[in-house]
């Protein structure tokens, strides 16, 4: 069953879909964050078909908009930034945590593209995450968007404090906030990378954020890191959503 509701974040509402199932199997609440210009369905149904596999599944999820993105209120160009976004899945966690059916639940985080550096990065000593998934997560943002998302170009006219617009595909503007807000954000593959539990799933064929970068946080990272790198796939899994399912199903299962 989906259920919509609104979740106050940032002096704005931020757009949800709760995914209750019918015959719950465990205490798992799994809380999707979605990527850059992106929105709580994802790219071909990523965010959405993954949410109904888990549903069925038996586990409760929650998808949700960043501010300013999809159904969320919000201005994308000026409340994009990583350190509000934290604060929004901050701002969702603690409303799950109020709500009769999910309340108690252990959370586990899964996040795609830039959503998957906020995953991975989540640290919350007071609700630390039971487990955390990462599809084709941005781990060196600033190198990232500097050199592929948006540009050197652009990345300077930014810095200038320019908005700047039409990046990577997309009609998007931006405001020079996120990037002065991205140069604070740590580099997930420097010493000691990710502790705990954590799968990581990437397409050898990612041109958007290359495999590379989730290949070193392995390495850094503690014992708990599983890698999956799905050869051929690209940035949004096409052709590739049902091996992805099971995988992450089955990570899900063993945690």
């Not at 974040?9 to 019918?22: K, Y």
Request: glycine share 12%; with cysteine; net charge negative.
């Amino acid at each position: 069953m989906k259920e919509h509701y609104w979740i106050p974040s940032r002096n704005r509402r931020l757009s949800a879909i709760v995914h209750t199932p019918e015959h719950p199997a465990g205490d798992l609440l799994v809380v999707v964050c979605h990527g850059f210009t992106g929105d709580k369905i994802g790219a071909n149904q990523l965010l959405l078909r993954l949410a109904l596999a888990m549903e069925s599944a038996g586990i409760h999820v929650v998808r949700f908009d960043f501010a300013g993105s999809g159904e969320s209120e919000g201005e994308f160009a000026s409340d994009t930034t990583v350190s509000g976004w934290k604060e929004d899945l901050r701002s969702v966690i603690a409303w799950a945590g109020q709500q009769p059916t999910l309340a108690g639940l252990k959370v586990c985080l899964l996040g795609h593209s830039l959503g998957g550096y906020l995953a991975c990065s989540y640290d919350d000593p007071e609700g630390p995450a039971a487990g955390k998934i990462a599809l084709a997560p941005v781990v060196r943002p600033v190198e990232n968007f500097q050199q592929i998302i948006l540009g050197p170009q652009l990345w300077e006219q930014a810095l200038r404090g320019e908005t700047i617009a039409n990046f990577y595909g997309k009609g998007f503007t931006l405001d020079g906030g996120f990037v002065r807000d991205l140069l604070k954000q740590p580099d997930l593959t420097t010493e000691p990378g990710l502790q705990g539990r954590c799968l990581i799933v990437h397409g050898a064929a990612d041109i958007a954020v290359p495999v590379a970068g989730s290949q070193t946080l392995q390495r850094v990272s503690g014992s708990g890191i599983e890698l999956h790198v799905l050869p051929d796939a690209d940035h949004v899994f096409t052709g590739r959503i049902q091996q992805l399912q099971t995988v992450i199903l089955n990570w899900l299962h063993n945690l």
